[in-house]
């Protein structure tokens, strides 16, 4: 009896330790919000999931365009002189984002940007074009990588203020982008480069180069294989750079 009596004790303490008042439980907190981190800061979280992490925030102005569908696109530098940069097919802005920052080094306004789909990428290169106009850059250069290396052409040959344009690996057509048209309207300064061994590509190049109705045209055709943005990691990398920063410079001045 008497130890069923000190069990009724025990469970009689419990309850009246145990009531409704929580204020030394665990606290359980909501998910952080996109405004708000858990100290309490702004977060970047829009931000960076717009730069997929593979541009340094600090180094770009994260944005978008509208153009029938909502583009991603990233802004750097400030200068007068701008630059917009088109991807290849399957690519994303990321393909420009290594080479960007050196251009905007060099006191260029420079965007990057993702195409829509694939329908629209025309009408995007051109939705981009005026959005770098719109954020300040009194000129403008376009240039792209394979598909979008013609779809800068084609820009090149429709958007006010395009001094001109420049193009790495572009097909002569590719579905409803055609080059050669678009080359032998615009006549401001281009420059076609492609690799040997990337055979039609480099057959393209001589194409539009001898298409183009421009008196200020250059081809440079480099050895290795190498395909749109990876011109810039292959064995003639450095004679890229220097051909495409020389262009730019002649055809800002």
């Given at each position: 009896?008497a130890?069923v009596?000190?069990v009724?004790?025990?469970v009689m303490?419990?309850?009246?330790?145990g009531g409704?008042d929580?204020s030394?439980?665990v606290p359980?907190?909501?998910?952080?919000?996109?405004g708000?981190?858990?100290g309490?800061?702004?977060?970047?979280a829009?931000?960076?999931?717009?730069?997929?992490?593979c541009?340094?925030?600090?180094?770009?102005?994260p944005?978008?365009?509208?153009?029938g569908?909502?583009?991603d696109?990233?802004?750097?530098?400030?200068?007068?002189?701008?630059?917009v940069?088109?991807h290849?097919?399957?690519?994303s802005?990321?393909?420009?984002?290594?080479?960007?920052?050196?251009?905007?080094?060099q006191?260029?306004?420079?965007?990057?940007?993702?195409?829509g789909?694939p329908?629209?990428?025309?009408?995007?290169m051109?939705?981009a074009?005026?959005?770098?106009?719109?954020?300040?850059?009194k000129?403008?250069?376009?240039?792209?990588?394979?598909?979008g290396?013609?779809?800068a052409?084609?820009?090149?040959?429709?958007?006010?203020?395009?001094?001109g344009a420049?193009s790495?690996s572009?097909?002569a057509?590719y579905g409803?982008?055609?080059?050669?048209?678009?080359?032998?309207r615009f006549r401001?300064?281009?420059?076609f480069?492609a690799?040997?061994?990337d055979?039609?590509f480099?057959?393209d190049?001589?194409r539009?180069?001898?298409?183009a109705a421009?008196?200020?045209?250059?081809?440079?055709i480099?050895p290795?294989?190498?395909?749109?943005?990876?011109l810039?990691?292959?064995?003639?990398?450095e004679?890229?750079?220097?051909?495409?920063?020389?262009?730019?410079?002649?055809a800002?001045?």
């Amino acid at each position: 009896m008497a130890r069923v009596l000190i069990v009724l004790l025990v469970v009689m303490l419990l309850a009246a330790c145990g009531g409704s008042d929580t204020s030394d439980s665990v606290p359980t907190f909501p998910a952080s919000t996109s405004g708000e981190t858990a100290g309490g800061e702004t977060s970047t979280a829009g931000e960076n999931d717009l730069l997929y992490g593979c541009i340094e925030p600090s180094t770009a102005k994260p944005l978008t365009i509208e153009s029938g569908d909502t583009l991603d696109a990233a802004v750097f530098g400030d200068g007068a002189v701008g630059i917009v940069l088109a991807h290849e097919r399957g690519g994303s802005l990321c393909n420009w984002a290594p080479i960007a920052p050196d251009l905007a080094d060099q006191g260029y306004r420079v965007l990057i940007f993702d195409f829509g789909a694939p329908a629209t990428v025309a009408s995007d290169m051109l939705a981009a074009t005026e959005e770098l106009r719109r954020l300040g850059a009194k000129k403008i250069i376009v240039g792209g990588a394979s598909l979008g290396a013609t779809a800068a052409l084609m820009t090149a040959a429709r958007a006010r203020n395009v001094v001109g344009a420049f193009s790495l690996s572009a097909p002569a057509e590719y579905g409803n982008l055609e080059g050669l048209p678009a080359v032998r309207r615009f006549r401001g300064p281009v420059l076609f480069v492609a690799a040997t061994e990337d055979s039609l590509f480099a057959e393209d190049a001589r194409r539009l180069y001898r298409a183009a109705a421009s008196r200020d045209k250059k081809l440079l055709i480099v050895p290795g294989s190498e395909h749109g943005t990876a011109l810039y990691g292959g064995p003639a990398a450095e004679r890229v750079r220097a051909a495409v920063d020389a262009f730019l410079e002649k055809a800002a001045s």
